[in-house]
T-cell receptor, first 113, second 116 residues
Framework: EPEVTQTPSHQVTQMGQEVILRCVPI?????FYWYRQILGQKVEFLVS????????KSEIFDDQFSVERPDGSNFTLKIRSTKLEDSAMYFC???????????FGQGTRLTVV | AQKVTQAQTEISVVEKEDVTLDCVYE???????LFWYKQPPSGELVFLIR??????QNEISGRYSWNFQKSTSSFNFTITASQVVDSAVYFC?????????????FGKGTKLSVKP
């Protein structure tokens, strides 16, 4: 069964460092997303991506964040200068259309120290 | 503004009990989609069901059933004869149609513990 895969599963980084979280969406899906979940809290939308551009982003997704689809399969989230409050589980998701269900990867737990 | 409220923070039941997880949503849009996701202790988010605003038919899938009522803006989820493997956090989510690809708005989740 096709699934969204994320790497790494856990990343520890020092404050101020850049991190890149990687995702391989399901192959026939056209819409890609990043969400995050701070420990014990609800899942929050960061950004959606369609047709090689950002289609929507939340207030959380400030200039420190960027997304890229560098090739036909990968979808990445970059945080330029990490802060302690960026520590969270980051989920990548994809969907066939903008209105259909999104399938989530297993998440990358980012710990900023 | 859109919002999803899951008033039950934690529920604890004994195996084989039935349990209902409540979800109340707010939106002014007439076209929208509702979802339930399960987050087991391993942390991934597992899709369970999608419902669109035009379809108020209730749905049953094995031990799971969903009751969608537009009149009360609710989309409740019932697990019949609960099992220990049902222990997880369950999230209700809303997606509004229109303009750009709408994002999923999640509730805060209900943590279900099923004890043997």
């Amino acid at each position: 069964e096709p699934e969204v895969t994320q790497t790494p599963s856990h990343q520890v980084t020092q404050m101020g460092q850049e991190v890149i979280l990687r995702c391989v969406p399901i192959s026939n899906h056209l819409y890609f997303y990043w969400y995050r979940q701070i420990l014990g809290q609800k899942v929050e939308f960061l950004v959606s991506f369609y047709n090689n551009e950002i289609s929507e982003k939340s207030e959380i997704f400030d200039d420190q964040f960027s997304v890229e689809r560098p090739d036909g399969s990968n979808f990445t989230l970059k945080i330029r200068s990490t802060k302690l409050e960026d520590s969270a589980m980051y989920f990548c998701a994809s969907s066939v259309r903008g209105t259909t269900e999104a399938f989530f990867g297993q998440g990358t737990r980012l710990t900023v120290v | 503004a859109q919002k999803v409220t899951q008033a039950q923070t934690e529920i604890s039941v004994v195996e084989k009990e039935d349990v209902t997880l409540d979800c109340v949503y707010e939106t002014r849009d007439t076209t929208y989609y509702l979802f339930w996701y399960k987050q087991p202790p391993s942390g991934e988010l597992v899709f369970l069901i999608r419902r669109n605003s035009f379809d108020e038919q209730n749905e049953i899938s094995g031990r799971y059933s969903w009751n969608f009522q537009k009149s009360t803006s609710s989309f409740n989820f019932t697990i019949t004869a609960s099992q220990v493997v049902d222990s997880a956090v369950y999230f209700c989510a809303l997606r509004v149609y229109g303009g750009s690809q709408g994002n999923l708005i999640f509730g805060k989740g209900t943590k279900l513990s099923v004890k043997p």
